[in-house]
């Protein structure tokens, strides 16, 4: 059953505090995209990756947020230190490159930040 | 402004009756198109592709493109209970056919 794993799902913590969220792509995907979805701005993209590479973190807030991908399994998310204004599902999604179209998404990180 | 607007509904409508869903986008450059569906508490999924101007069938969805009104819609015939759901409307952007979507609209199937 391929798809594609977040962690963890839920996730409550202090302001100022580190949050990391992590993502397993489906095996032999190659494009990896980070969303944040509200109810304010709808579904945001943060940053993609190819073939581990970083292409676009435009939509990434700089000073707070960094995205990696340390091998071809894992995407993680960091956000130090987070405010409430983080407070967002997170959602990671995985594609073949080319004329595949079709992004896979995982189940979401609901984070909130008190 | 957002690339892709969307009326935020919610778009109510009687079992069986067709639904009507549109998204207008500012770049005259989008050549493709995406609708994914979100139920609510769940990711989206795609459920069309469309790239030419004119209309494509898949079962009860047809979506529609017309580029030089810089319009797109997604029609869904003998609407369901089960299509309550937030549809959300994404131009393909670049090669890699990234989705950047709108705010999706939110449509009501009512017995």
């Known amino acids: 059953d391929a798809r594609v794993t977040q962690t963890p799902r839920h996730k409550v913590t202090e302001m100022g505090q580190e949050v990391t969220m992590r993502c397993q792509p489906i095996l032999g995907h190659n494009t990896v995209f980070w969303y944040r979805q509200t109810m304010m701005q709808g579904l945001e993209l943060l940053a993609y990756f190819r073939n581990r590479a970083p292409l676009d973190d435009s939509g990434m807030p700089k000073d707070r947020f960094s995205a990696e991908m340390p091998d071809a399994t894992l995407a993680t998310l ?6 409430p204004r983080d407070s967002a599902v997170y959602f990671c999604a995985s594609k073949v490159r080319g004329a595949v179209v079709e992004a896979f998404f995982g189940q979401g990180t609901r984070l909130t930040v008190v | 402004q957002k690339e892709v ?11 069986g009756a067709i639904a009507s869903l549109n998204c207008t986008y500012s770049d005259r450059g989008s050549q493709s198109f995406f609708w994914y569906r979100q139920y609510s508490g769940k990711s989206p999924e795609l459920i069309m592709f469309i790239y030419s101007n004119g209309d ?18 997604l029609l869904i015939r003998d609407s369901q209970p089960s299509d309550s759901a937030t ?8 090669g890699s056919y990234i989705p950047t979507f709108g705010r999706g609209t939110s449509l009501i199937v009512h017995p």
């Open chain 1, 78 to 83: 960091k956000i130090q230190p987070s405010e």
């Open chain 2, 5 to 15: 607007e969307q009326n935020s509904g919610p778009l109510s409508v009687p079992e």
């Open chain 2, 56 to 73: 494509k069938e898949d079962g009860r969805f047809t979506a529609q493109l017309n580029k030089a009104s810089q319009y797109v819609s």
């Open chain 2, 87 to 94: 549809y959300l409307c994404a131009p393909a952007s670049g």
